[in-house]
């Protein structure tokens, strides 16, 4: 947990989570006190379990510990740019805030982060201070840290409280100010039923804080409750109005006029390589203009505070077959491309290859308790899936591997009927011999015609990972691999791994209630397969460095995704695969444009570094492995676990007297000295040589003197 | 007695010769200094432009270029030395500390010897114009808007570091001549 108490020195935070449990457990009891005696509703623990839960947009906080009605800063403009390229968007946000108090305070700029975005630049300018988030290796960032530390700058904190929330503290904000925060991050575009989506996180909920009392008291049993002050400042939802009048004044602070009129702009360029149906904004209104292939949305005035997310949500023209796209950004010298195939809206029912499925359930000892409990609900409604055109069997494993049909049989009902009495009757016990059960039900099938999908359900409770790695890589055929990981902790390595091996997907269910959900989202999704045995043929010598190295097959509803770093990207690509039963299906492809698409090799790295980390599992050199990542992460300024974000004031702030506005900084004893004594030199010159002169004519003159004697 | 005198004379004499010689080639040797390091420091600054490095001038300097200030109408050209200590002084004028870094927004601060880089100051005028160019060859223009002149026994330079100015500070009065008074002479422009 961050200390506040030494909130003004640099803090440097590496790691992700640093909630601590005992505390949030006693802030809860706090709240479920109050709440009872404000007659409220259980809502509220929530929101003190997690102070930014509130948190639905860009948000500049006031940690001051004052007494008195709390502080907050003006938000007064906010510019966001948002790029879409396929299914990747770069958001460029930018948040102009001003202290408008009179005295300097201390801030938290908070951002809650769409769920896959990565943060990968940050700035923030205070006058003429600047704080820079910048990626380091780990031990440089720790040094830079000390460095300031030991000058006295302020380094400033960077961290994501939840995987999902950006958060740094903004130390010394005079009156006055303003402060301009820059932000930019990647973000993955959302695809559900041939719509995707985007969302920006902009609402503005309505804040007040109704507990000045209640902060007062916990203000002097705890210094650490500055962080539960910053929650009452973030106000709660409008449900919890407040009646007494102590709370309305407070309520008139917050809603300041300035707060009221936030300038907000958005633009959306968006290319998705393909024509578009239909663009539609869920909440707000939009201008659009099309140019090029590019549609550019705008909302179509400053509005007013919002009290929704931005969603924009478009649908490409799919015909009957899939439809491909290609980006390209160029780095320095290389060039990242991807590729993105959409599959067709409704194909036929008739496109959908048919399948022969194996499902695969552990029961070994480890396997006891819930675990068998949620594998067999899971296994149960998988066989509810099944269509007559369908081929199935069932294998379950512990010391031995056991099978329900010799051979897989046609799914009709009396083959189902049989195979869940069989579910029914399987108990856990015994060791977890993994090895002949996927060899088993990997064997190559006579099915030629058909795709043979291989559900595992297992808690992955393995030792010999690699060589099963091995044996996936060499048994498996035309078959897919995709497992589902049971129980609270499974070994997601060996799982993910093993589905990506086998060219299938992860599922984890790690609760029984979500059993039924997340096997029916795998479900809808194995029981459309449209294209299978992809392949790219790269133009030649653009040595293509591709990921995922295996590629998936294409289903119905789901996109896919591959990128490539490739030499000079010219020329043309060929797809290849297989569909609507056997037949082979081919597309070639060329760069529509020069564009450069921004965050498209920042996908890639990620991917990269994905890979390479991988690599130390299956045995390289760490030393080896971390050099490669760091090459990756520090390129493409991502955070991995050898590098951090980390953010230093790059000046100390001159104003530590913010009352006067201007102060004295240079007096008598600090101004330099501005004169030469060249002057005071010729003239001691002169002065001697004048009297050298005198001294030899007088010489001169005795000399004659001399003489004439 | 005509003879003693004869005798101390003559070491008087070359003793005198000596050191007058000393102080003028002193005195000569510092305004030399001034005006022969600017055509190092010029050869510097273009390096350094080119390389965005820091590039000293000779081997053993302790400070490098960090702009160029130019006067139009006083006819100058200058290159600005990082620090304004003695050191640097001897060379150019001495970027200040105190200020905003030459490529930063706020009070750029610049000192320079009174007899010699910064003599120019007693011909700015109000309203000339002063040019800064740093090291990412960005030029921008300043206006002066106000001369001053301070007793810094009695009074402080007020600089509010928000403000988007140029200050060039040096000795007064310019003709002085022993050093180490009091009084500065204040030159400030706004940007334009």
């Known amino acids: 947990m961050v200390k ?69 800063f003006a938000n007064i403009d906010n510019k966001t740019t948002i790029e879409v390229s396929g299914m990747v968007a770069h958001v460029s946000v930018e948040q102009h805030f001003r202290n408008d108090h009179d005295s300097v305070l201390e801030g938290i700029y908070v951002f809650p982060l769409p769920d896959k975005a990565a943060v990968h630049r940050m700035r923030i300018r205070i006058g003429e201070r600047i704080i820079r988030g910048i990626v380091k290796e780990k031990a440089q960032a720790k040094a830079l840290y000390q460095q300031a530390k030991s000058k006295g700058n302020k380094a400033a904190l960077v961290s994501q409280h939840r995987p999902n929330l950006f958060k740094t503290n ?47 008291d916990r203000q002097a049993d705890d210094p650490q409750t500055v962080e539960a002050l910053v929650a009452d400042q973030l106000g709660w939802s409008q449900v919890y ?43 707000h209104n939009i201008n659009i203009n099309n140019q090029n292939d590019v549609y550019w949305v705008n909302l179509d005035h400053k509005i007013k505070p919002l009290q929704k997310d931005f969603v924009l949500r478009w649908q490409a023209q799919t015909g009957k077959s899939p439809k491909a796209a290609l980006f390209k950004q160029s780095v320095k010298d290389e060039d990242y491309v991807q590729m993105m195939l959409l599959p067709p809206q409704e194909a036929m029912t008739e496109h959908y290859l048919p399948r022969e499925m194996i499902y695969v359930i552990d029961t070994s000892g480890s396997m006891q308790g819930q675990s068998i409990i949620q594998a067999k609900k899971s296994l149960a409604l998988a066989l509810d899936q099944l269509t007559e055109q369908d081929h199935f069997n069932v294998l379950n494993f512990n010391t031995s591997t056991q099978q329900l049909f010799d051979s897989s049989l046609p799914a009709t009902s009396e083959n189902i009927i049989n195979a869940k009495n069989y579910i029914n009757r399987l108990q856990a016990g015994g060791g977890t011999e993994m090895m002949t059960a996927l060899k088993k039900s990997l064997r190559h099938s006579s099915h030629e015609e058909r795709v043979r999908q291989v559900i595992f359900i297992t808690d992955g409770a393995v030792s010999n990972e690699e060589e099963l790695f091995k044996a996936i890589y060499q048994h498996l055929g035309n078959s897919r691999l995709f497992t ?46 449209l294209i299978r045995d992809i392949t790219i043929e790269w133009p030649a010598g653009s040595d293509a460095e591709q990921y995922p190295k295996k590629i ?75 050099q490669s990542v760091l090459d990756v992460a520090l390129t493409h300024q991502l955070m991995s676990p050898y590098t951090s974000f980390i953010a230093i004031d790059q000046k100390p702030n001159p104003k530590e007297n913010p009352a006067l506005g201007a102060k004295p900084l240079l007096n008598a004893v600090a101004m330099p000295k ?36 | 007695m005509i003879s003693t005198n004869k005798r101390w004379k003559p070491y008087l004499a070359t003793i005198l010769f000596i050191a007058g010689m000393a102080a003028t080639a002193d005195g000569i040797a510092i305004y030399l200094k001034a005006h022969a390091a600017q055509i190092l420091i010029e050869q510097a600054w273009k390096e350094s432009i080119n390389s965005g490095q820091i590039v000293k001038p000779w081997p053993w300097a302790d400070t490098w270029p960090v702009a160029r200030l130019r006067a139009k109408e006083a006819g100058t050209d200058l290159y600005v030395l990082q620090g304004a200590q003695g050191s640097a002084l001897a060379f150019g004028p001495g970027w200040m500390a105190d200020g905003v870094e030459p490529e930063q927004r706020g009070t750029k601060l610049i000192a320079g010897h009174r007899d010699t880089h910064f003599k120019f100051l007693q011909k700015i005028k109000k309203n000339d114009v002063l040019s800064l160019i740093n090291k990412h060859g960005t030029e921008q223009q300043y206006r002066v808007h106000s001369i001053q002149i301070i007793d810094t026994s009695k009074e402080n330079i007020m600089i509010d570091s928000r403000e988007e100015k140029l200050v060039l500070i040096t000795c007064y009065p310019f003709d002085a001549i022993e050093t180490g008074g009091p009084q500065r002479y204040i030159v400030s422009a706004v940007r334009d």
């Open chain 1, 484 to 529: 589902v990981g049971i129980g609270s902790a499974p070994n997601t390595y060996f799982m993910r791994k093993a589905a990506e091996f086998g060219r299938g997907s992860f599922t984890h269910i790690g609760d029984v209630n979500v059993v039924h959900e997340r096997m029916a989202r795998l479900f809808s999704k194995l029981n459309k397969p």
């Open chain 1, 170 to 216: 903004v130390a010394n904000i005079p009156p006055g100010e303003t402060i301009v925060v820059e932000l930019d991050y990647i973000d993955l575009v959302q695809y559900q039923q041939g719509q995707f989506e985007l969302r920006f996180p902009m609402a503005i909920t309505p804040r007040y804080s109704p507990r000045v009392q209640q902060r007062d």
């Open chain 1, 241 to 283: 109005a407040p009646t007494t009048s102590v709370t309305q004044a407070n309520l008139a602070v917050n809603r300041s006029p300035a707060a009221l009129e936030v300038s907000t702009e958005l633009t959306v360029s968006l290319d998705t390589g393909l024509p578009l149906k239909n663009i539609e904004s869920a909440y």
């Open chain 1, 552 to 626: 998936p097959d294409l289903y119905e509803g789901e996109p896919l995704l591959v990128n490539a770093s490739v030499k000079e990207f010219s020329g043309l690509i060929k797809l290849r695969g297989k569909w609507q039963g056997n037949k082979s299906w081919e597309k070639t492809l060329s760069m529509g444009s020069d564009v450069n698409h921004l965050g498209i090799g920042t996908l890639w790295a990620r991917q990269k570094i994905q890979h390479l980390l991988d690599q130390k599992v299956k045995g390289r050199p760490e030393q080896e492995v971390r």
């Open chain 1, 674 to 709: 501005t004169a030469t004594r060249a002057t005071l030199s010729l003239l001691w010159g002169g002065g001697l040589m004048l009297f050298f002169i005198i001294l030899k004519i007088s010489m001169n003159k005795e000399e004659d003197y001399d003489l004439d004697k």
């Open chain 1, 4 to 72: 506040w108490k030494d909130r003004t020195a640099p803090i440097f935070i590496e790691n992700d989570d640093f909630i601590s449990q005992p505390r949030k457990r006693l802030r809860l009891r706090f709240a479920l006190v109050f709440v009872v005696t404000l007659g409220g509703t259980w809502a509220w623990h929530d929101v003190q379990a997690d102070p930014y839960k509130e948190i639905r947009s860009g948000q500049l906080l006031a940690t001051s510990t004052e007494t008195g009605s709390p502080r907050v």
